[in-house]
């Protein structure tokens, strides 16, 4: 499947925005999608993901609270909203997906995942 990132931009501290990732196809339900961040001159990082067919939802614990992922199937999109950010959450951020289910305790590798957007730059001054 191919993904589309957008919605990135630049906020104060405190701010929101809303990471959209479009994907290609007709059985993006199926898919687990999951969105992964890299901050300059570090590693890429697991964000948050979200199970095929309606499944359960994942965060990393810094964002927990703040950012929530949902889906709507109906338009092959999943989103990313992301409210009381941070300059901490200043980074380029990635929307993958892997068809079928990823086991929960593997949901945050980034190897399991075949399909990869090209990443949308989200910047929060402080």
């Known amino acids: 499947v191919q993904l589309q990132a957008s919605g990135g931009g630049l906020v104060q501290a405190g701010g929101s925005l809303r990471l959209s990732c479009a994907a290609s196809?007709?059985?993006?339900?199926?898919?687990?999608v999951a969105w992964f961040r890299q901050a300059p001159g570090k590693e890429r990082e697991f964000v948050s993901a979200i199970r095929s067919n309606g499944g359960s939802t994942h965060y990393l614990d810094f964002v927990k609270g703040r950012f929530t992922i949902t889906r709507d199937n109906g338009k092959n999109t999943v989103y990313l909203q992301m409210n009381s950010l941070k300059p901490e959450d200043t980074a380029v951020y990635y929307c993958?997906?892997?068809?079928?289910?990823?086991?929960?305790?593997?949901?945050?590798?980034?190897?399991?995942?075949?399909?990869w957007g090209q990443g949308t730059q989200v910047t929060v001054s402080s």
């Open positions: 993958a997906a892997r068809n079928g289910q990823v086991i929960i305790s593997a949901i945050d590798l980034a190897g399991q995942y075949h399909d």
């Open positions: 196809g007709r059985t993006f339900s199926r898919y687990t």
